[in-house]
Antibody, heavy 122, light 111 residues
Framework: QVQLQQWGAGLLKPSETLSLRCTVYNGSFSGYYWSWIRQPPGKGLEWIGEINHSGSTRYNPSLKSRVAVSLDTSKNQLSLKVTSVTAADTAVYYC????????????????WGQGSLVTVSS | QSVLTQPPSASGTPGQRVTISCSGSNSNIGSHTLNWYQQLPGSAPKLLMYSNDLRPSGVPDRFSGSKSGTSASLAISGLQSEDEADYYCATWDNSLKGLYVFGTGTKVTVL
């Protein structure tokens, strides 16, 4: 069973850099795309960005100037960095794997990390 | 502000059928396939539907999806207590150079 395990700093001050990692167990990066998604407390879901197994990225235009998603295939790790955080970046952050079956990838995410609560407060 | 609009709440008694709508535009639902997710309290979302009306392995056939034009819907038949959760539609949107967008979410309550 594929498992995504996340970790990273949970409390940041305004202007600091958010850094999260997501390790994939019992699965491969090859042939899949990977995303980060966040959810402010009590609110809905927001897609942050994605990376495919080749390293190509796409980002939410509203966050693009501050976000970087990367892969370390040697460690089966996905990373997220968000610079210059503010209180508006307070959220539960999820990593997720794009849904691919039979070698065909579809819109949607089938495996998710456990979620990491990141709080930005002075 | 999400570009996909869902009713904030829906409810039904056990065994009933509940339908959740998702309204968008030509740049999202009208151009791309739709996903539905179920999010239980304190948990990560779970993919319920892909390509508008297809269920990943393990999703009960009580859940069904449909799409027409710029709108879509998720139906839950034979409602069960464990179906009480938040439900989100989602798809790609072509505006602003493209991004994956989620609906506003619908809280389903089993009475």
């Amino acid at each position: 069973q594929v498992q995504l395990q996340q970790w990273g700093a949970g409390l940041l001050k305004p202007s600091e850099t958010l850094s999260l990692r997501c390790t994939v167990y019992n699965g491969s990066f090859s042939g899949y795309y990977w995303s980060w998604i966040r959810q402010p407390p009590g609110k809905g879901l927001e897609w942050i960005g994605e990376i495919n197994h080749s390293g190509s990225t796409r980002y939410n235009p509203s966050l693009k100037s501050r976000v970087a998603v990367s892969l370390d295939t040697s460690k089966n790790q996905l990373s997220l960095k968000v610079t210059s955080v503010t209180a508006a970046d307070t959220a539960v952050y999820y990593c997720a794997r794009g849904y691919c079956i039979g070698g065909v990838c579809y819109l949607g995410f089938d495996y998710w990390g456990q979620g990491s609560l990141v709080t930005v407060s002075s | 502000q999400s570009v996909l609009t869902q009713p904030p709440s829906a409810s039904g008694t056990p065994g009933q059928r509940v339908t959740i709508s998702c309204s968008g535009s030509n740049s999202n639902i009208g151009s791309h396939t739709l996903n539905w997710y179920q999010q239980l309290p304190g948990s990560a979302p779970k993919l319920l539907m892909y390509s508008n009306d297809l269920r990943p392995s393990g999703v009960p056939d009580r859940f069904s999806g449909s799409k027409s034009g710029t709108s879509a819907s998720l139906a839950i038949s034979g409602l069960q207590s464990e179906d009480e959760a938040d439900y989100y539609c989602a798809t790609w949107d072509n505006s602003l150079k493209g991004l994956y967008v989620f609906g506003t979410g619908t809280k389903v309550t089993v009475l």
